[in-house]
């Protein structure tokens, strides 16, 4: 059942994302996306706050909201959390270390995955 619920707030996270990027702003820097990351983090913070705060015991709405919708809005709103969450336990070490090269292998996973597409594609 968990499914489900994940599903349908992934649809309408990534609904939403897809959305907001038809804004369309005049400039080279990514605004939309930097504000869509922001949003993200803001949602899931929120989220988790309210739920901890209130003890809630609603499985299925925190996988919608948390899992589905947070996650098919911006993954990045997941990093987020989970490295503040690293920090506020103390573990500023493996905090940095996840932030720092969850930044650097994530563009260098782009830039091989688009390598390897000019490999495939005969177009590199």
Do not use: H, Q
Not at 14 to 41: C, D, H, Q, W
Not at 72 to 97: I, R
Request: proline fraction near 2%; charged fraction near 10%.
């Amino acid at each position: 059942m968990g499914f489900l619920f994940v599903g349908l707030g992934g649809a309408l996270g990534a609904m939403l994302r897809y959305v907001l990027s038809l804004i369309t702003v005049k400039t080279e820097f990514p605004l939309m996306t930097f504000l869509t990351n922001i949003l993200g983090a803001f949602a899931i913070g929120l989220i988790v706050g309210i739920a901890s705060e209130k003890k809630a015991d609603a499985p299925n709405l925190i996988l919608f909201l948390k899992t589905g919708f947070c996650g098919g809005f911006t993954t990045f709103s997941t990093f987020s959390l989970e490295t503040l969450t690293l920090f506020e336990n103390g573990s500023w070490a493996t905090g940095g270390l996840y932030a720092v090269l969850s930044f650097i292998c994530c563009i260098a996973g782009v830039w091989l995955g688009k390598t390897a597409a000019g490999l495939v594609t005969g177009t590199c």
